[in-house]
């Protein structure tokens, strides 16, 4: 991993793991929080969950789902 500068960093450990398992395979997904970030992650991760569900309601056409928020 490295830096804007190009100064290599110490690779660091994910703040999470997520592993689950679909049609046969595994999937091992590592998290790493920006911590300075003024942003949840249930915030982003809504946000990619809408912006793909509506990238894959354009394709078919149709008009993408509504969705409500609940807090």
Known sequence: MAEQNGTPTAPRN???IITT????QTIVAELFFNHSSTETFRD???KTILADSSRLSASDGQEP???EILR
Do not use: I
């Not at 398992?21 to 046969?24: A, E």
């Open 44 to 46: 982003k991760l809504l």
């Open 21 to 24: 398992q679909r049609n046969g």
């Open 14 to 16: 994910p703040d999470s």
């Open 65 to 67: 789902e509504k969705t």
